[in-house]
């Protein structure tokens, strides 16, 4: 068995896998010992063991079509670089890297183009994810520092979770925070987003506030503590800096209550409950997420909540303080290695002649970047402008990903060189890549990560690498030295890459950086292979690590006083465009993991939403026309994609939310990257990834329908089509506009069934347009497709449960033809619990028949909820739905 952590999400949950006793494959659990988890895991992290196979995997490093040697390969790459950088300087080249990788590859990545190439043209996708966070902390602390540990959470009074969905995007986290609640019922959730997420069905209050308004809000908030005397005048005096400045601006902008109340369009009453209640509260915890980092008032949104807590001296104090949740797996390693391109390295600044001097001195190295390179939006304009002629991407999919996504690929396909890293063989952006290098994946990989409350642990390797895949460091390591840069990047492991960055974290660090982990130096191969998770700083041997910061008051700018920084409110940049009257909002849904290169082979994950979808009002969904489940087109300047229409009652007036996990590579049109707007933060340079006007359409079709086959199906001739993994078939949504005369020869040609055994059962009613195919080998279902105009396909969860069975009974047969199942139990219907494989009807009707109440006695009879816990809050819809009536 070995101890590791999750590749997902920034809680950095401890993972213990164990080979299973047949050899085939791994059991995942979680790490009871782990101090993020104490042994639970959400779907996403339950599932890992379904996305191990070599299916799809990137195995072989690759020149264009063929495949190479790593020799050559490399060689290839280094004399690229080279040869681009002698002819047009080092400005010229880039890396795009990720909070996927592990401290180790983020650390040689970041020192090869910082000390050596001699560019700051490294950035990182962190940039679409918290730098705002990161230019809010230093702001405001002078150093990017996330003040609290997770115990704080539990020990907090009042949560208030902004912009964050933490119920589907930190669950296990979420489940701290509710379980804690359950302790103390007194312990109140405020949830401010404009939609009414699942993370809502916990909050004592849910403030849907319009979009991109969050700064009116929290200097409303401001004033108000000020107004009612709740401030903490001596930590004010002795701790903090401008707090009349920041006072003043909050009072001339969001003084009055009814005044933000219209800005933020809530009612009035409900923001006075929210602010009495935090005004109350000494134990209070800030987490925000995307909706405060991804915007392009991000920044602001950033301090203007660290200014609640700093007036208040709400911070460095048990279960209080602002808290950025990160997103990835590495977020925050990859802030101390100083990945982003307006930093560093060991949160040491670019462009201070002391902080270059220390690392250039500390690294031995040619040169040294002395000015911040491209952040991400802009480092894709430079390569579309052909200033940028190669890029080197890693572990990110910036065809997807990055706002004005068909400009990003328009950039890759006119650069001149394209590297990309991955463990996956088929993402978006491999195929405008030059070079392909297989990189290691989870499970095989070897390092460190941080999560988010600074804890870092090790992920261990628990395979032997597949095919030819090497480690990211390694990699990166290998070009260098081919660029001739062999004395800086001769590392034979991972530990000895960690210590370089562990001492680099001490040079010349007398107390003037937080980011410290001296105590980690000097570690043999052993000691550091069982590093226990620990959280930074640890400056000295032995240290057991720091659960708080600044708690003794004392912050990182030099006179060591906190600064309050004015926030004059303003909304995002394009709020109104009246050809374009709706908000495109984006984000995540719970079992999938961005644009779905691991997650998308689990057939666990992709039962609870199979497809891509656009949520709306039910009143703005009436004014397109179209019907919930017809497909529509979302429009803006930027680009178009194409979904089914769903009222999921969540949404306000005037906004629509696509997801962003669909890449051309599950869907026919539904990359939302290309409909965003390439807007940024002018602080941050964090795109405004939740704000874009936009239109939507109805998308006219002739018919809707759906395929589920055992065999993976070729380019399908239709209009429109989206592909899932299910678990023993692939599952197609299609639709189509022309109208086929000849659907069994189309059947038939689709699925190309030579076998002796084939069985076919065929049901057409033409006038209707209904079509209807099953194929059976050895009565044994095989494939099946059913077409029909209107909204009235049978359910994919009973078909699904026949590919299950052995043989398929006269009942079963009968059904099939008919569309309906003959047994309606047989239909559990949508699966709403992933663990255990619960469906929407299974749990409506039990809740129905054995009139339930909670989801604790939905577990009881279903197990429903019970294992990851990360469907209790659709459980708690459910319930309340019921009794509605
Ligand atoms: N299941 C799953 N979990 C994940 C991930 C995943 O892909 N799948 N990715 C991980 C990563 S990298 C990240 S960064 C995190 C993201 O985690 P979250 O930030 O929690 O997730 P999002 O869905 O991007 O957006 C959060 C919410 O911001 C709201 N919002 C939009 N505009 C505004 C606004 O103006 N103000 C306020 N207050 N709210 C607004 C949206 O409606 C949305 O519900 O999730 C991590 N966890
Ligand atoms: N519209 C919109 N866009 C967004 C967001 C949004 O909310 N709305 N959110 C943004 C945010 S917060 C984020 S974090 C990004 C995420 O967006 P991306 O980073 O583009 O998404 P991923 O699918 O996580 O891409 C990771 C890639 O790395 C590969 N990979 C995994 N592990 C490794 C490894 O160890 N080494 C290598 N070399 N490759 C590996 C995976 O196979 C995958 O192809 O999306 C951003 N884009
Ligand atoms: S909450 Fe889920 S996705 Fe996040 S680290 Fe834990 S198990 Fe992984
Ligand atoms: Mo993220």
């Given amino acids: 068995m070995i101890r590791t952590t999750c590749p997902y999400c920034g809680v950095g949950c401890g993972v213990l896998a164990k080979p299973r006793e047949n050899g085939a494959g791994f059991e995942i659990s979680g790490d009871p010992h782990h101090p993020a988890n104490r042994g639970r895991l959400c779907s996403k992290g339950s599932a890992l063991g379904e996305t191990l196979d070599l299916d799809g995997r990137l195995l072989y490093p690759r020149i264009g079509e063929s495949r190479v040697t790593w020799d050559q390969a490399l060689d290839h790459v280094a004399s690229g670089f080279r040869r681009i950088i002698d002819q047009h300087g080092a400005d010229s080249v880039a890396l795009y890297v990720s909070g996927q990788l592990l401290t180790e590859d983020y650390y040689v990545a970041n020192k090869l183009m910082k000390g050596f190439i001699g560019t ?139 005044a933000v109340a219209k800005a933020c369009r809530i009612d009035e009453r409900q923001l006075a409950e929210f602010y009495g209640l ?102 894709f304009e430079a390569i579309h402008e052909g200033k940028v002629k190669a890029v080197w991407i890693m572990a990110t999919n910036p065809l997807v990903s990055l706002p004005d996504a068909d400009r990003v690929k328009q950039a890759l396909q006119r650069c001149e060189l394209v590297v990309v890293s991955d463990c996956v063989e088929k993402t978006d952006t491999n195929a405008c890549a030059h070079v392909l290098l297989p990189a290691a994946g989870w499970g095989e990989k070897d390092g460190t990560v941080t999560n988010s409350d600074r804890h870092i642990s090790r992920q261990r390797a628990f395979m032997p690498l597949s095919g030819e895949a090497r480690p990211d460091w390694w990699i990166i390591s290998e070009v260098a030295r081919r660029m001739g840069f062999a004395q800086g990047f001769d590392f034979s492991s991972p530990h000895e890459v960690f210590d370089e960055h562990a001492r680099l974290s001490a040079a010349g660090n007398d107390d003037s950086r937080a980011f410290h982990i001296g105590g980690l130096t000097g570690l043999d191969r052993a000691a550091y292979d069982e590093i226990s998770p620990v959280q930074w700083p640890l400056p ?58 691991r997650t998308g082979k689990s057939p666990r994950l992709s039962t609870h939403i199979a497809e891509p979808y656009v949520d709306m009002h039910a009143q703005d969904a009436l004014l397109t026309g179209a019907k919930e489940g017809e497909l529509v087109r979302v429009s803006t300047r930027w680009g178009s994609l194409i979904a089914k229409l ?63 086959s055992r ?80 909204q009235d396909l049978p359910s994919r969860t009973w078909l699904a449960g026949l590919f299950a069975k052995e043989r398929i009974s006269g009942r079963d047969r009968a059904g099939l033809l008919a569309g309906q199942p003959a047994d309606a139990s047989a239909d559990t219907g949508p699966i709403v619990c992933s663990c255990f494989g619960v469906g929407r009807n299974a749990i409506c009707n039990s809740i129905a028949q054995h009139k339930l109440t909670t989801p604790q006695q939905v577990g009881e009879k279903l197990r429903a909820g019970t294992n990851c816990g990360s469907c209790v809050a659709e459980i708690k819809v459910l319930i309340a739905e019921a009794a509605g009536g």
């Fill in 540 to 597: 000295t041997k032995g240290h057991a690590g720091t659960a708080r910061l600044m708690e003794d008051g004392r912050f990182f700018h030099p006179d060591r006083k906190a600064r309050m920084v004015p926030t004059t409110p303003r909304m995002p940049v394009n709020s109104t465009d009246q050809e374009f009257p709706l908000v495109l909002n984006t984000g995540r849904i719970r079992d999938q993991w961005h644009t779905m290169t």
């Fill in 120 to 258: 700051a043209n490294i950035d990182t996708n962190s940039r679409l994810c918290m730098s705002s966070a990161v230019a809010g902390h230093k702001r405001a602390f002078g150093e990017d520092l996330v003040p609290i540990c997770y115990d704080d959470l539990e020990l907090a009074d009042l949560v208030v979770l902004v912009g964050s969905n933490t119920a589907w995007c930190h669950p296990i986290l979420f489940q701290r925070i509710t379980a804690a609640k359950q302790r103390r019922p007194e312990m109140k959730i405020v949830v401010i987003d404009p939609r009414r997420t699942a993370t809502c069905e916990f909050a004592d209050l849910h403030l849907p506030i319009r979009a991109g308004t969050d700064v009116w809000l929290f200097n409303g908030l401001l004033a108000y503590l000020h107004q009612h005397g709740i401030v903490d005048t001596q930590f004010v005096e002795q701790h903090t800096v401008d707090a009349s400045r920041a006072l003043l601006v909050a009072e001339n902008t969001a003084g009055d209550l009814r």
């Fill in 646 to 708: 769903k009222v999921s009652g969540e949404m306000p007036r005037g906004m629509t939310f696509v997801p962003i996990h669909w890449s051309d590579a599950f869907a026919s049109d539904a990359r939302v990257g290309a409909l965003v707007n390439p807007i940024v933060d002018p602080i941050s340079g964090e795109p405004e990834l939740k704000h874009t006007p936009a239109r939507v359409t109805p998308f006219v079709v002739s018919w809707q329908g759906f395929i589920l």
């Fill in 711 to 790: 065999e993976s199906l070729p380019q399908l001739d239709v209009t429109w089509w989206t592909a899932a993994q299910g678990a023993q078939f692939h599952r197609y949504e299609i639709a189509g506009r022309r109208v086929y005369g000849d659907w069994s020869r189309w059947a038939r040609h689709l699925f190309d069934a030579k076998q002796p055994h084939a069985d076919w059962l065929e049901y057409s009613d033409p006038n209707a347009g209904i079509y209807r195919a099953v194929l059976l080998i050895d009565d044994r279902i095989s494939a099946c497709v059913f077409l029909s105009p209107r």
């Fill in 278 to 379: 935090f005004a109350r509260t000494a134990k209070t915890i800030t987490a925000f997420s995307q909706g405060v980092n991804q915007s392009s008032v991000g920044t602001d949104k950033v301090n203007a909540i660290i200014n609640c807590h700093l007036l208040t001296g709400r911070i460095g104090k048990e279960g209080a303080g602002p808290f950025s949740v990160t997103g990835q797996p590495n977020a925050m390693g990859g802030r101390e290695v100083g990945g982003l391109a307006n930093m560093l390295a060991a949160h040491m600044e670019l462009g201070n002649a002391h902080h270059q001097r220390i690392v250039q001195d500390f690294w031995h190295s040619p040169t040294i970047a002395d000015k911040p390179g491209l952040k991400a939006v802009d480092l």
